[in-house]
C-alpha cells in the first residue's frame, strides 16, 4: 500500500494542503512518525515536534496496546484490557515504567526547550498507522487540554473501527486507507525500518534551528 514512511507522508501533505500558510504544529507520536512529521511540516510549512505518549502492553504481549498513558499520567485504559489479563495492578505497574520511559525521552529529545505549546494552533498530530487507536486517543486528549484551535489526526491507514473510535477525540480525522484485513502497521509498507532516537534528536535539533 506505501513503499516507505515518507510516500505515506506525501500523500497525507496533499490532502493536507490546505493548512499550507496558516503555520500549522505537526506533532509525531515518536519515533517512527517523526521523519513523516518534518516532511509534513516542511510542505504546510509549519512547525514540527513530538507529543509523547505510549501504549500500555498486555501482559505476555507488550506489542498488543490494552491502552496508553500521556505525559501528565492521564490513562485511556481500552474496554478489552481486563479479558487482555490486564489487573489494575498490572496496569499501574506497565503505566508507572512506561511514564519513566517518557521522562527519559523528553530530556533527550528537548533538552534545551520545553514542547511547542499548541494553544491556539492548528495541530496535526501523525502516527505512520493505528492498530488499537489507544496511543493516538491519549496524545488527543492529552493535547485537547491545552487549548488547540483545530485538533487533526493524520495517518496513512487504520482499520475502519478505530478510525471511528478515534474520531471522538479530535475535529478531523484523514486517514488515506482503512482496510478491515489488518494485523499491523508494518504489513501496509514495502519497507518499515526502525527509527531510532538519534534521528528523532536531528530533527528536532534542525527545527529548532529554523528562524
Same mark, same amino acid.
Given at each position: 500500500?506505501? #513503499?516507505?514512511?515518507?510516500?505515506?507522508?506525501?500523500?497525507?501533505?496533499?490532502?493536507?494542503?490546505?493548512?499550507?500558510?496558516?503555520? $500549522?504544529?505537526?506533532?509525531?507520536?515518536?519515533?517512527?512518525?517523526? $521523519?513523516?512529521?518534518?516532511?509534513?511540516?516542511?510542505?504546510?510549512?509549519?512547525?514540527?515536534?513530538?507529543?509523547? /505518549?505510549?501504549?500500555?502492553?498486555?501482559?505476555?504481549?507488550?506489542?498488543?496496546?490494552?491502552?496508553?498513558?500521556?505525559?501528565?499520567?492521564?490513562?485511556?485504559?481500552?474496554?478489552?484490557?481486563?479479558?487482555?489479563?490486564?489487573? $489494575?495492578?498490572?496496569?499501574?505497574?506497565?503505566?508507572?515504567?512506561?511514564?519513566?520511559?517518557?521522562?527519559?525521552? #523528553?530530556?533527550?529529545?528537548?533538552?534545551?526547550?520545553?514542547?511547542?505549546?499548541?494553544?491556539?494552533?492548528?495541530?496535526? /498530530? /501523525?502516527?505512520?498507522?493505528?492498530?488499537?487507536?489507544?496511543?493516538?486517543?491519549?496524545?488527543?486528549?492529552?493535547?485537547?487540554?491545552?487549548? $488547540?484551535?483545530?485538533?487533526?489526526?493524520?495517518?496513512?491507514?487504520?482499520?475502519?473501527?478505530?478510525?471511528?473510535?478515534?474520531?471522538?477525540?479530535?475535529?478531523?480525522?484523514?486517514?488515506?486507507?482503512?482496510?478491515?484485513?489488518?494485523?499491523? /502497521?508494518?504489513?501496509?509498507?514495502?519497507?518499515?525500518?526502525?527509527?531510532?532516537?538519534?534521528?528523532?534528536?536531528?530533527?528536532?535539533?534542525?527545527?529548532?534551528?529554523?528562524?
Amino acid at each position: 500500500m506505501f #513503499r516507505n514512511r515518507l510516500e505515506a507522508a506525501d500523500r497525507l501533505a496533499r490532502r493536507l494542503i490546505a493548512y499550507k500558510g496558516q503555520n $500549522p504544529l505537526v506533532l509525531a507520536i515518536p519515533r517512527g512518525a517523526v $521523519p513523516m512529521a518534518k516532511h509534513i511540516a516542511d510542505v504546510l510549512q509549519g512547525q514540527v515536534d513530538v507529543v509523547l /505518549v505510549r501504549k500500555l502492553g498486555a501482559p505476555g504481549n507488550p506489542e498488543f496496546a490494552i491502552g496508553a498513558v500521556d505525559e501528565t499520567g492521564w490513562t485511556y485504559i481500552a474496554d478489552y484490557a481486563a479479558a487482555a489479563g490486564a489487573t $489494575p495492578d498490572y496496569i499501574e505497574r506497565e503505566k508507572a515504567r512506561q511514564m519513566a520511559i517518557m521522562r527519559q525521552r #523528553r530530556a533527550q529529545y528537548t533538552p534545551v526547550r520545553p514542547p511547542i505549546d499548541p494553544a491556539g494552533r492548528i495541530v496535526i /498530530v /501523525v502516527d505512520d498507522g493505528l492498530a488499537t487507536g489507544a496511543t493516538m486517543i491519549s496524545a488527543l486528549h492529552a493535547l485537547r487540554a491545552k487549548g $488547540p484551535a483545530k485538533l487533526i489526526c493524520a495517518v496513512p491507514v487504520a482499520p475502519p473501527e478505530t478510525v471511528e473510535r478515534v474520531r471522538g477525540y479530535c475535529d478531523e480525522v484523514v486517514c488515506l486507507e482503512t482496510p478491515y484485513d489488518f494485523y499491523a /502497521v508494518g504489513q501496509f509498507y514495502a519497507e518499515f525500518p526502525q527509527v531510532e532516537d538519534e534521528e528523532v534528536m536531528r530533527v528536532l535539533r534542525e527545527a529548532s534551528a529554523r528562524p
